[in-house]
T-cell receptor
């Protein structure tokens, strides 16, 4: 079993829909990252969380430390949100461990 | 501020050759991490350097090595290339906040 599991692996939705991507992890962590990767490879760091909730524009990330679970929400989704979303966890000073990614496609 | 830059962006090599990839971090960032991304394995951590010292290393064979210079620029080297080393190699820099800023990557193809 991977240390970091994401669901779903693929998600297709219509423009305007509310999107939720989930990330579960099996070890204690110091921080959790949500990353966005567009076709072509460039990766952008969206959020870094150690507790609670963060919001940036239409994106919201939450984390429940006790349940070892995080969610990334996108409100009013748009075709430009189409990308691969990757969850990664960090334990103390150790390396980042990545989930397998969720491929999101938003159709107009 | 300029972002993280990586050179070259694309590279084609043959089995048995060696390759050196370069990463220039954001000005003022002292930490540089390297990652390998393949369709099968996804993103995997290679190593992290901070102030010229290797701070963490992933589970890769000794053919993969790296270093960091006094100006924080970093290089990684892969010797005796194998077909399975074909991947997108990403570097990321960070300051003390731990948020990682990724470069565009170097796409390596081994024939």
């Amino acid at each position: 079993k991977n240390e970091v599991e994401q669901s779903p692996q693929n998600l297709t939705a219509q423009e305007g829909e509310f999107i939720t991507i989930n990330c579960s992890y099996s070890v204690g962590i110091s921080a959790l990252h949500w990353l966005q990767q567009h076709p072509g490879g460039g990766i952008v760091s969206l959020f870094m969380l150690s507790s609670g909730k963060k919001k940036h524009g239409r994106l919201i990330a939450t984390i429940n430390i006790q349940e070892k679970h995080s969610s990334l929400h996108i409100t009013a989704s748009h075709p430009r949100d189409s990308a691969v979303y990757i969850c990664a966890v960090k334990r103390g000073a150790q390396k980042l461990v990545f989930g397998q990614g969720t491929r999101l496609t938003i159709n107009p | 501020k300029a972002g993280v830059t990586q050179t070259p962006r694309y590279l084609i090599k043959t089995r048995g050759q060696q390759v050196t990839l370069s990463c220039s971090p954001i000005s003022g960032h002292r930490s540089v991490s390297w990652y390998q991304q393949t369709p099968g394995q996804g993103l995997q951590f290679l190593f992290e350097y901070f102030s010229e010292t290797q701070r963490n290393k992933g589970n890769f064979p000794g053919r993969f090595s790296g270093r960091q210079f006094s100006n924080s620029r970093s290089e990684m080297n892969v010797s005796t290339l194998e077909l399975g080393d074909s991947a997108l190699y990403l570097c990321a820099s960070s300051s003390t906040t731990d948020t990682q800023y990724f470069g565009p990557g170097t796409r390596l193809t081994v024939l």
